[in-house]
């Protein structure tokens, strides 16, 4: 069993506001993993992913990439859909850069597509990062996040399959979207079992509390919510004893990734 915890982004008791300070403070805190987060775009030097990825690596912290969130693959204008892929390029890139194992996104949009066309229109747009990332000799897995609204393309079945169908594809499981999408319920045995029929057997995913309505997804909010309860994952990582990272999304940040590691031991 190998647990990996930390913090989606800089972690708030971070003195400096800049990646290489919250790497030091992730270590100083304990936890052993960080999601670097380009969440308006792509603004790292390659230089500075390499110094980022020697510290992590002298740190012993597990990196991994949150790709910027403007992305929609289904968009009805091409322009936005190449801009997406180069987005997520450019996060791979970055990624291979620094060492980190995933860079996540949000894929698309259902808009007036049914399921099936969509899920065609995104393995599509899918393999031809994958390929473009195997000419450039970059091997960082295109992390599909399952998506909290019931709008978005991303449930659980449609994250699995695009990455047991596109080699280079993996999956973020995203738990607090999947109880939001879910209305209120979450199996995480049902879940883990998915994600384990994949080649990778390490489990990716985020966490944090979750406020929703009947259209999913409304705000996060801090585990002590209690939606989800987080015990019925901590039970199945400790009897499964799962290979697995958790990247807290949870506004306190950095105590609730410690609340959850003390909960697993």
């Given at each position: 069993?190998?647990?990996?915890?930390?913090?989606?982004?800089?972690?708030?008791?971070?003195?400096?506001?800049?990646?290489?300070p919250?790497?030091?403070?992730?270590?100083?805190?304990?936890?052993?993993?960080?999601?670097?987060?380009?969440?308006?775009?792509?603004n790292?030097?390659?230089e500075?992913?390499?110094?980022v990825?020697?510290?992590?690596?002298?740190?012993?912290?597990?990196?991994?990439?949150?790709?910027?969130y403007?992305?929609?693959?289904?968009?009805?204008?091409k322009?936005?859909?190449?801009?997406?892929?180069k987005?997520?390029?450019?996060?791979?890139?970055?990624?291979?850069?620094?060492?980190?194992n995933?860079?996540?996104?949000h894929?698309?949009?259902?808009?007036?597509?049914?399921p099936?066309?969509?899920?065609?229109?995104?393995?599509?747009?899918?393999?031809?990062?994958?390929?473009?990332?195997?000419?450039k000799?970059?091997?960082?897995?295109?992390g599909?996040?399952?998506?909290?609204?019931?709008?978005?393309?991303?449930?659980v079945?449609?994250?699995?399959?695009i990455?047991k169908?596109?080699?280079?594809?993996?999956?973020?499981?995203?738990?607090?979207?999947?109880?939001?999408?879910?209305?209120?319920?979450?199996?995480?045995?049902?879940?883990?079992?998915?994600?384990?029929?994949?080649?990778?057997?390490?489990?990716?995913?985020?966490?944090?509390?979750?406020?929703?309505?009947?259209?999913?997804?409304?705000?996060?909010?801090?585990?002590d919510?209690?939606?989800?309860?987080y015990?019925?994952?901590?039970?199945?990582i400790?009897?499964?004893?799962?290979?697995?990272?958790?990247?807290?999304?949870?506004?306190?940040?950095?105590?609730?990734?410690?609340?959850?590691?003390?909960?697993?031991?």
């Amino acid at each position: 069993m190998t647990v990996w915890i930390g913090t989606g982004g800089i972690p708030i008791s971070s003195k400096e506001r800049s990646t290489l300070p919250g790497l030091e403070r992730i270590h100083e805190l304990g936890l052993n993993a960080i999601e670097i987060e380009f969440v308006h775009g792509v603004n790292m030097s390659k230089e500075l992913a390499k110094d980022v990825g020697e510290i992590a690596k002298k740190l012993k912290i597990r990196l991994s990439i949150h790709a910027p969130y403007y992305i929609n693959l289904t968009s009805t204008e091409k322009e936005k859909i190449e801009a997406s892929k180069k987005r997520i390029i450019q996060s791979c890139e970055r990624g291979h850069s620094m060492g980190a194992n995933i860079v996540v996104f949000h894929p698309a949009y259902y808009g007036k597509l049914s399921p099936e066309e969509c899920y065609l229109r995104v393995k599509q747009e899918c393999e031809e990062m994958a390929d473009k990332l195997k000419e450039k000799g970059i091997n960082v897995l295109l992390g599909l996040e399952t998506t909290g609204k019931v709008s978005q393309f991303g449930n659980v079945n449609e994250c699995v399959r695009i990455a047991k169908e596109v080699k280079g594809c993996g999956v973020c499981i995203d738990w607090s979207h999947v109880y939001a999408r879910n209305q209120g319920k979450i199996d995480f045995g049902e879940v883990i079992d998915k994600v384990l029929t994949l080649k990778n057997k390490h489990i990716h995913s985020h966490f944090s509390g979750i406020n929703y309505g009947m259209k999913g997804e409304k705000n996060h909010l801090t585990i002590d919510s209690n939606q989800p309860k987080y015990d019925g994952l901590v039970k199945e990582i400790q009897t499964r004893k799962l290979d697995i990272t958790l990247i807290s999304e949870s506004p306190n940040l950095e105590e609730d990734a410690l609340k959850l590691k003390r909960m697993i031991g």
